[in-house]
């Protein structure tokens, strides 16, 4: 067995991203039963996870024999993503002994450990354990294993020390003088641009800075140069990349720094976003790294890269366009088609289910933008931007659901506002139509997804279910507030733009600007989305909101989480009661913050492996509710999808008034000694004799258990602080629960 080398340093030995090629079911694995260990193939990695740390030994050993040469290398690398805290070990068996390797307790980042070979020229058998570092659930992966010549290592990265800011030939010399009119108006013409210099000088004029002079005061302090490898990075995602390449981030800040330089009309700037551009180009391989282009794999990661690739450097060709010469305006083109088109095409060709999530947006602003500006050259590509549009608008009419809902989350959404968005603007633009005219109809369906979402957290924009975060991007909120401008959207965009002091902070919301509304509609006491599944109530008690939001279920919806059944309650411009949303999917916590147990749940306790619904969950959820501006009510059955676990759950909300609520919980499970209520928050949490007080700045929420409740609160940890678990624990195996909770606006 001969390892399968990807440059001139480096080989794999185990291609565990690929499902295909993994050799994974050629592994031993100890079992690990007692403390709920599963190992399993994902589709880009070996997954693992254990339900709490082992009463002794390792939570994870497997190994696997090879007898495989090694003798042009002289170390080995294994890629793992181990449990914050925990401790790896390597042993090689080798035809000249036992090499063996014992880390350091992990981080929060991908690792690449290095094994010496010392001479050995067969690889016979290698064992992985790993000790749990902390009590609890963990979960990791291991992305490879592969072998290194550090010499020719280096020679190989001497590869990328080609260019520097001159770039002769490519782009003109410092000294040009431009005249900082973009070159194709793909977003914003010279009359536009005067106006919103105009606008700029006033935002500058009473508050003396503005996020595009933030721009310029950071853009010097990186060299585009230095940044030019063979793959190029997903923002700041390391899942894929090389442990070398982490920070090594060439993406974003390139058309942000060129349109700062033609609003500021600052020549170095708009030079330095071109030279953004060509470093981008002359990066080899338009990727995330070595395994999606591994020799004899049919493994790739889409065409994320390639669409953010094309959708910058197209940008950037357009705002900073008088730097580029001939060469380098027409190296950059041929890069388009051929890197980033060719790629984006061959994923809408072979992928249909693209076109059912959030992928077929998520690829075409590049696609897009990339075709309008080609076909400025090239009039045959036309028809290829016009099937751009048409696949986005086929997309758009197949995620976004019969009631507006989404099923990926406000987080996902912007797959419909900006990158759905976007495009759609510049085709209306290279086509001279309204922007309006050319929206599906299924974007002005979305108004009672806006309210159903729309956060009174005054931290928040969005409540982050699913996959989500707190805040929404300013493309996707200014394009869906023009859209539909008397909706929430408008309330969401003017809390957002508040951020940046009511300057937008990105080309297309300077200018959509104008045509939102400044006062938003007031929120709607009531929102039920039928299909989508969720229900939410906001009301006033006294000069403050409450909004309590129940999530339901969209069968088989995507990026969602183990959490039908679960609410989370904002009051006093606060939550109480929260969604931990998503963090950085370079974390293992990425796939922590999905389980039950995170989530404001009734899960059973005292069983082997950790419970939990499935999930994608194949089966519709919605509420039975009703609402006004004072009560609320709703009921779910809730045991479909938790057989193992569940004969019944059935969940009662009552709320007859702002101020009060009482949460019913009838059960039976099938295994383990009872059930644990979590209720999670980020705010201080006290118990005193069996109360329970969760204190806010302006208001605070009363719990009182189940009489038979035992009572502790969890600490667990999030990427940017504590989430803080409350939990009763009720040893039964079936009974009714109730949970009286009871608002007040006292605060600290």
């Not at 090879?66 to 890629?79: G, R, T």
């Not at 072979?350 to 947006?361: S, V």
């Not at 909101?545 to 989480?561: C, D, E, P, S």
Request: aromatic share 10%.
């Amino acid at each position: 067995m001969n390892p399968t080398p990807f440059n001139d340093a480096e080989a794999i030995i185990e291609p565990f991203w690929d499902p295909q090629l993994s050799g994974l079911k050629q592994w031993t694995i100890r079992p690990g039963k007692k403390h709920g260990l599963s190992v399993s193939q994902n589709w880009c990695w070996v997954n693992f996870e254990w339900a709490r740390r082992p009463a002794r030994g390792s939570a994870l050993t497997m190994t696997r024999r090879f007898n495989i040469a090694c003798s042009s290398y002289d170390q080995a690398v294994i890629s793992v993503m181990p449990p914050e805290q925990s401790v790896l070990t390597i042993i090689l068996d080798t035809d000249r002994g036992t090499r063996t390797f014992r880390s350091k307790p992990a981080g929060t980042r991908k690792q690449e450990h290095t094994i010496p070979l010392h001479g050995a020229q067969i690889i016979r058998r290698i064992t992985l354990s790993l000790d749990a570092g902390r009590d609890g659930v963990a979960c990791g992966w291991i992305n490879w294993i592969g072998l290194q010549h550090r010499a020719a290592l280096r020679r190989h990265e001497a590869l990328w020390d080609r260019f520097d800011a001159r770039w002769d030939r490519y782009l003109e010399p410092p000294a040009f003088k431009p005249s900082f009119t973009p070159a194709y108006g793909l977003l914003i013409n010279h009359t536009e641009l005067t106006a919103i210099r105009r606008r700029h000088d006033r935002h500058l004029a009473r508050y003396k800075t503005s996020p595009w002079l933030e721009i310029a005061r950071r853009a010097g302090t990186v060299e585009p140069e230095t940044r030019i490898r063979d793959f190029v990075n997903f923002w700041s995602d390391t899942r894929y990349c090389r442990e070398r390449d982490h920070g090594n981030e060439l993406l974003i800040r390139g058309p942000q720094i060129a349109f700062a330089g033609l609003l500021l009309k600052d020549p170095g700037l708009l030079r330095l976003g071109a030279r953004y551009a060509m470093s981008l180009g002359m990066c080899a391989n338009w990727d995330d790294g070595m395994i999606c282009r591994f020799p004899g794999s049919t493994f790739e990661h889409r065409s994320f890269v390639q669409s953010l690739c094309v959708e910058e450097i197209s940008l950037i060709l357009d705002m900073a366009g008088e730097y580029f010469t001939p060469l380098g305006r027409d190296h950059l083109m041929r890069r388009i088609a051929e890197e980033g088109l060719a790629s984006i095409q061959f994923n809408a060709w072979k992928h249909e289910y693209i076109f059912n999530c959030n992928q077929m947006a998520w690829f075409t602003p590049g696609r897009m933008l990339g075709s309008c500006l080609l076909e400025r050259h090239w009039p045959r590509v036309r028809h290829h931007t016009e099937q751009a549009r048409r696949d986005l608008v086929e997309s758009l009419q197949k995620t976004i659901l019969p009631d507006g809902g989404y099923d990926e989350g406000p987080t996902y959404f912007t797959c419909v506002g900006h990158r759905g968005g976007l495009p759609l603007y510049v085709y209306a633009r290279a086509r001279k139509r309204p922007f309006r005219s050319v929206l599906p109809p299924a974007m002005r369906r979305t108004a009672s997804f806006a309210e159903l979402v729309a956060s009174t957290d005054e931290a928040q924009d969005a409540i982050p279910i699913c996959d989500g975060r707190m805040t929404l991007d300013q493309n996707t909120l200014s394009v869906m507030a023009s859209a539909l401008p008397h909706s929430a959207w408008v309330r969401i965009y003017r809390r957002a733009l508040k951020r940046t002091r009511d300057l937008p902070d990105t080309p297309l919301a300077l200018q959509l600007d104008a045509h939102i509304p400044l006062r938003p509609p007031p929120p709607v006491p009531f929102v039920r989305m039928r299909v989508m599944g969720p229900v939410a109530s906001t009301r006033r008690l006294g000069d403050t909101w409450v909004k309590l939001f129940i999530m339901g279920n969209h069968a088989n919806a995507g990026h969602t989480h183990e959490d039908k059944g679960s609410f989370v309650l904002e009051f006093a411009g606060q939550t109480f009661a929260m969604d931990p949303g998503t963090c950085d999917y370079s974390s293992p916590l990425a796939g922590e913050l999905k389980h039950c147990e995170r989530h404001n749940m009734l899960v059973p306790y005292g069983t082997e492996q950790r419970p939990h619904p499935s999930c994608p969950l194949p089966h519709d959820i919605v509420p039975r509710a009703h609402g006004d501006a004072r009560r609320f009510s709703a009921i779910v059955e809730l045991a479909n999808g938790w057989e193992p676990f569940y004969q019944r759950w059935t969940r009662h909300w009552d709320s007859p008034t702002p101020d009060t609520l009482i949460i019913r919980d009838t059960y039976r499970i099938r295994q383990g000694t009872g059930v644990e209520f979590f209720w999670n928050t980020r705010l201080p949490i006290s118990v005193e004799n069996g109360r329970v007080t969760i204190q806010g700045t302006r208001g605070r929420v009363r719990i009182t258990p189940p009489p038979q409740a035992e009572i502790r609160v969890d600490e667990l940890p999030l990427l940017d602080g504590i989430q803080r678990r409350l939990v009763f624990r009720i040893p039964a195996p079936a009974g009714v629960l109730l949970t009286h909770i009871q608002l007040d606006t006292r605060g600290n």
